[in-house]
């Protein structure tokens, strides 16, 4: 079964637009961590935020922000005033613990394209 | 950058062959993780070392092994190779303070497999 799902195969926004990307996970697990990376064309995933489960205080660091809620097992992630140099594949993903810390489960992806 | 690397970044085999790809870890880190991206999915867990020994295995077979060697550097051994096994690999390394720590991963760049 799909621990992360990505709804959003892919988001096409304008420049200076927000750009919101969901994300809904499962765990049976009461500590676990959850990721965001970013993926541009060149292939390298670039690591954006973790969260763990205790932290459900959403915050902003710069351009991103984003949104923890366990009520809902969503992760969702913002980008404000989107740039051309965000366009990229972004993915969630998810760490149970505490037998498999390592190993992380990745949504789908979300293809976002920004335009000028 | 991460200050992951790994080589090479290309490679053309074709079914029945063997192949090995290299990491090389962030500078400190003594973990590493492997993962499987095929074409338009998300990264899949193959298996993690920790200072020279597996820790934990996602769900590939056995021709597919590794290695960890005292640098902490990596290697992933892929045999009998498939048309399947056509995929972006992707290394990550992190700093644990014990086998299936929870630090953040950092990725390499990848490295192209195609299989004909």
């Known amino acids: 079964a799909q621990k992360v799902t990505q709804a959003q195969t892919e988001i096409s926004v304008v420049e200076k637009e927000d750009v919101t990307l969901d994300c809904v996970y499962e765990?049976?697990?009461?500590?676990?961590?959850l990721f965001w990376y970013k993926q541009p064309p060149s292939g390298e995933l670039v690591f954006l935020i973790r969260?763990?489960?205790?932290?459900?205080q959403n915050e902003i660091s710069g351009r991103y922000s984003w949104n923890f809620q366990k009520s809902t097992s969503s992760f969702n992630f913002t980008i404000t005033a989107s740039q051309v140099v965000d366009s990229a594949v972004y993915f969630c993903a998810l760490s149970e613990g505490p037998r498999s810390w390592g190993k992380l489960q990745f949504g789908a992806g979300t293809q976002v394209v920004v335009t000028p | 950058e991460t200050g992951v690397t790994q080589s090479p970044t290309h490679l053309i085999k074709t079914r029945g062959q063997q192949v090995t790809l290299r990491c090389s870890s962030q500078s400190g880190h003594n973990t590493v993780s492997w993962y499987q991206q095929a074409l338009g999915q998300g990264p899949q867990f193959i298996f993690q070392?920790?200072?020279?020994?597996?820790?934990g295995r996602g769900n590939f077979p056995p021709r597919f092994s590794g290695l960890q060697f005292p640098n902490y550097s990596s290697e992933l051994n892929v045999n009998a190779l498939e048309l399947d096994d056509s995929a972006l690999y992707l290394c990550a390394s992190s700093l644990a303070r014990r086998a299936g720590g929870k630090e953040t991963q950092y990725f390499g760049p990848g490295t192209r497999l195609l299989v004909l």
């Open positions: 070392y920790y200072r020279e020994e597996e820790n």
């Open positions: 969260r763990n489960s205790f932290d459900e």
């Open positions: 765990t049976r697990d009461t500590t676990y961590y």
